[in-house]
């Protein structure tokens, strides 16, 4: 009976007859109201799962009965009271799992005394208390979860007394004391998260050597002395954190030794001494978070041999010498944070070439000389190096001079040559406008007084451009449009270089524009936004009436038209598609949290995510977009709100959007881009748009596979991936801006994807909760009740 019905009704009293039932199996159905003491009859069952439903009130006491009970899961339910003490005559029981409720009280002694039992999940209770001390005695426990409840004490020492202890996840309590050192010991470990307590002492040796642990969380408390160097061997760590501790000294060479490792993680502690060379002997290092330390000396030039590398922050050290160059070798860096040091030297200019690398911050240190031409940046990051010049600093790099007096006859005739060859050259160019102006006076009045406007045009660049406002002009023919929207109409312009640009006419023309000294202010904001996943904006033609913002040609058109269109010429496979979304999440995430004043898009949707020759994703439309500092300047921009299927539900009742409403039309996007659909379709039914049609998809039993595009190759493609698409997509498009991510969060999630593949086959519930950072039933939670 369970998983995926709906019966929305009461568990009948009536099933507490059934005295010969062996397995009850009701998850996920729906269920309202409490539990009936009846089903306490039940002496012959040996598994009840009730989780994932809305039942209420307490356990009832007469599950004590249930004395041939091995499984036992409530989770995901609103149950209140207390853990009855009638459990104990639960001998049998392996599993018992209650997370997620409003459960009180304190865990109860006599789980220490349930011989066979494995497996216990109390996580996000009410629970008070200590954890029972003989707690583990019973030698059979192997996965405990008591995280996010108001647990206070120590760890009891004996958790691991039968070797058989995986998971230890104490996160999100009020524990206090040291970390057992028996937990150095325990060899059979997986998973360590004792994060967000009061724990203190020093770090248990043979924690970082036990041989099966991949996972070591402690951040978050007052663990202090050093990481211990005398045995640091475990080969299968992938994940270390110990930020915001008190830990100090300095960090050992021999941390070189976890090949696994991928993310590394101890900002906010006191480290001090060099950064050891070592740390790159880690060859699959992802994510190293150095931040808030005293390292000092230079930054190891080793640091290129992580090839792997995508995080770096060495912020906020004492760290001095130049920026090593090798860091050019590193491929995949996309955030570099080398602020708040003492630096000194030029940024390497090589650093321009990485491709991969979107954010970065070089503020307060001692650098100069000229900044590297990257691709986009907010001055911001540069600031507190007051020797730093070029670029959109207002500092302008010094010119070459000739100062030396011995030369200063070489240097006088230079000047006079430069002098003269300026004065010829300036008289050719008059001489050569005129003759222009004569031959090509009437087609000049044409274009200057064409459809009516006597205002002379004005073309503001934001880049060295190899054409006029004139040639712009000429690009508006009704044979060239390539688009029209409630924006305006675009128009594909060849220019006489063979340059092809994008001429968008705005709608709105009669009303003064080239008075409007706030959208004057607006563009020339936008014109110095430079990111590879934003379209370009190259320059803005205006006049009394009429503006004209010029673009970046994109040859495959946007993303709606590919996905929806007849013409079937351009395919996108999942690869592709799942590049889209993590393109377009970058080019978002520069506008929310790289811009200031941030930029709030307004319009996202897939015919504003544009394709490029091979097929890379460029966000556009900022002719809707507005820049705003606070709340109340929102309010005036409620004249638009964005299109029809990708709008926030809440701006029904507030006429106000913010980078949460952006955040919404990208889960639209996301199911586009899973689905091919539009965001409203007949076959969703009347008032149906999307997203809710998604979510009454996954809730039905083959639902999650009927919704995937057949156009992607359905069969092949990895599910995995997938699922995790997915779950951005739905938690996007929550109900409550409050529950949706950032555009931060989102970049992280979607990048997490690629390495996450393993291969096609879905794989069981565990595997994919794993994938998905989620605890297993936690997968049911996310992909039905977002």
């Known amino acids: 009976m369970g998983y995926f019905n709906n019966f929305t009704s009461r568990i009948p009293a009536s099933f507490g007859h059934l005295t010969n039932l062996v397995r009850l199996d009701m998850a996920n159905c729906g269920l309202l109201g409490s539990i009936p003491l009846e089903l306490g009859n039940l002496g012959q069952l040996d598994t009840m799962f009730l989780m994932l439903n809305a039942l209420e009130g307490p356990i009832p006491a007469q599950f004590g009965n249930l004395v041939s009970l091995k499984s036992l899961d409530l989770s995901y339910n609103n149950l209140t009271g207390v853990i009855p003490s009638t459990l104990i005559y639960l001998q049998k029981l392996e599993l018992m799992s209650l997370m997620n409720n409003q459960l009180e009280g304190t865990i109860p002694d006599f789980l220490s005394d349930l011989a066979n039992l494995e497996v216990l999940y109390l996580w996000k209770n009410k629970l008070t208390g200590t954890i029972p001390e003989n707690l583990g005695q019973n030698l059979n426990l192997t996965l405990l979860d008591l995280s996010s409840n108001l647990l206070t004490g120590s760890i009891p020492k004996g958790l691991c007394a039968g070797q058989k202890l995986q998971w230890l996840i104490l996160l999100e309590n009020q524990l206090t004391g040291p970390i057992p050192e028996s937990l150095g010991r325990c060899e059979s470990l997986t998973k360590i998260r004792l994060g967000g307590n009061s724990l203190s002492g020093p770090i248990p040796l043979g924690l970082?050597?036990?041989?099966?642990?991949?996972?070591?969380?402690?951040?978050?408390?007052?663990?202090?002395?050093?990481?211990?160097?005398?045995?640091?061997?475990?080969?299968?760590?992938?994940?270390?954190?110990?930020?915001?501790?008190?830990?100090?000294?300095?960090?050992?060479?021999?941390?070189?030794?976890?090949?696994?490792?991928?993310?590394?993680?101890?900002?906010?502690?006191?480290?001090?001494?060099?950064?050891?060379?070592?740390?790159?002997?880690?060859?699959?290092?992802?994510?190293?978070?150095?931040?808030?330390?005293?390292?000092?000396?230079?930054?190891?030039?080793?640091?290129?041999?992580?090839?792997?590398?995508?995080?770096?922050?060495?912020?906020?050290?004492?760290?001095?010498?130049?920026?090593?160059?090798?860091?050019?070798?590193?491929?995949?860096?996309?955030?570099?944070?080398?602020?708040?040091?003492?630096?000194?030297?030029?940024?390497?200019?090589?650093?321009?070439?990485?491709?991969?690398?979107?954010?970065?911050?070089?503020?307060?240190?001692?650098?100069?000389?000229?900044?590297?031409?990257?691709?986009?940046?907010?001055?911001?990051?540069?600031?507190?190096?007051?020797?730093?010049?070029?670029?959109?600093?207002?500092?302008?790099?010094?010119?070459?001079?000739?100062?030396?007096?011995?030369?200063?006859?070489?240097?006088?005739?230079?000047?006079?040559?430069?002098?003269?060859?300026?004065?010829?050259?300036?008289?050719?160019?008059?001489?050569?406008?005129?003759?222009?102006?004569?031959?090509?006076?009437?087609?000049?009045?044409?274009?200057?007084?064409?459809?009516?406007?006597?205002?002379?045009?004005?073309?503001?660049?934001?880049?060295?451009?190899?054409?006029?406002?004139?040639?712009?002009?000429?690009?508006?023919?009704?044979?060239?449009?390539?688009?029209?929207?409630?924006a305006g109409t675009v128009y594909k312009g060849v220019m006489p270089s063979g340059e092809i640009v994008a001429v968008k006419r705005l709608a709105g023309e009669g009303k003064g524009a080239s008075h409007d000294h706030g959208f004057s202010a607006e563009i020339q904001t936008l014109g110095k936004i430079r990111h590879r996943n934003i379209v370009r904006l190259l320059g803005c033609c205006s006049n009394h009436e009429t503006n004209l913002l010029v673009y970046d040609y994109m040859p495959n058109g946007s993303l709606g038209e590919v996905l929806h269109s007849k013409d079937q010429s351009v395919s996108l496979d999942w690869d592709t598609r799942c590049n889209i979304a993590i393109q377009a999440a970058h080019g978002l995430c520069y506008l929310h949290h790289d811009c200031s004043p941030l930029i709030v898009h307004r319009d996202v949707k897939s015919n504003n995510i544009l394709l490029d020759s091979t097929l890379h994703a460029h966000v556009a439309d900022f002719g809707l977009a507005k820049l705003f500092q606070d709340t109340d300047k929102t309010e005036s921009m409620s004249s638009i709100a964005g299109s029809y299927g990708y709008i926030a539900p809440e701006y029904a009742y507030t006429l106000k959007v913010n980078e949460k409403s952006d955040i919404y039309s990208f889960g639209v996007v996301l199911m586009e881009l899973l689905t091919g659909k539009r965001p409203i379709e007949a076959e969703f039914g009347d008032g149906v748009d999307i997203v809710q049609w998604v979510r009454r998809k996954i809730q039905t039993k083959d639902g999650i596979l009927d919704l995937l595009d057949p156009r992607m190759g359905v069969v092949g493609i990895p599910l995995q991936e997938v699922m995790l698409v997915l779950r951005v997509a739905l938690l996007c498009s929550s109900d409550l801006p409050v529950d949706r991510p950032t555009m931060r969060d989102v970049v992280q999630m979607l990048a997490d994807v690629k390495p996450k593949r393993k291969g096609s086959a879905l794989g069981n519930s565990r595997e994919l909760a794993e994938l998905m950072g989620l605890k297993d039933d936690e997968l049911h939670q996310v992909l039905v009740c977002v």
């Not at 001692?366 to 986009?376: A, Y």
């Not at 064409?450 to 190899?466: G, M």
């Open 208 to 486: 970082l050597s036990l041989p099966n642990v991949n996972m070591v969380e402690i951040q978050n408390n007052q663990v202090s002395g050093s990481i211990p160097s005398e045995i640091i061997d475990a080969p299968l760590l992938s994940y270390l954190d110990f930020s915001h501790n008190n830990l100090s000294s300095k960090l050992p060479e021999s941390i070189g030794n976890l090949p696994g490792i991928m993310s590394f993680f101890i900002a906010g502690n006191h480290f001090s001494g060099s950064i050891p060379p070592q740390i790159c002997d880690m060859p699959n290092l992802n994510k190293l978070d150095l931040s808030g330390n005293s390292f000092s000396d230079n930054i190891p030039p080793e640091i290129a041999n992580c090839k792997k590398l995508g995080l770096l922050d060495m912020s906020h050290n004492s760290l001095t010498g130049s920026i090593p160059s090798q860091m050019e070798y590193i491929p995949d860096l996309y955030f570099l944070n080398l602020s708040h040091n003492q630096l000194s030297g030029p940024i390497p200019s090589q650093f321009a070439n990485l491709q991969t690398l979107s954010i970065f911050d070089f503020s307060y240190n001692n650098l100069s000389g000229r900044i590297p031409l990257f691709d986009s940046y907010n001055v911001s990051v540069f600031e507190g190096n007051p020797l730093l010049c070029g670029g959109l600093l207002p500092q302008a790099c010094p010119n070459a001079t000739y100062g030396h007096r011995s030369k200063g006859m070489n240097s006088n005739l230079l000047s006079w040559l430069v002098g003269a060859l300026f004065s010829a050259a300036l008289m050719v160019l008059m001489a050569g406008m005129c003759c222009f102006f004569r031959k090509y006076r009437s087609q000049i009045y044409k274009y200057f007084h064409r459809e009516s406007i006597i205002r002379p045009w004005k073309l503001t660049a934001f880049q060295r451009l190899d054409f006029s406002a004139t040639e712009v002009l000429d690009c508006l023919d009704e044979d060239n449009i390539i688009g029209r929207g409630g």
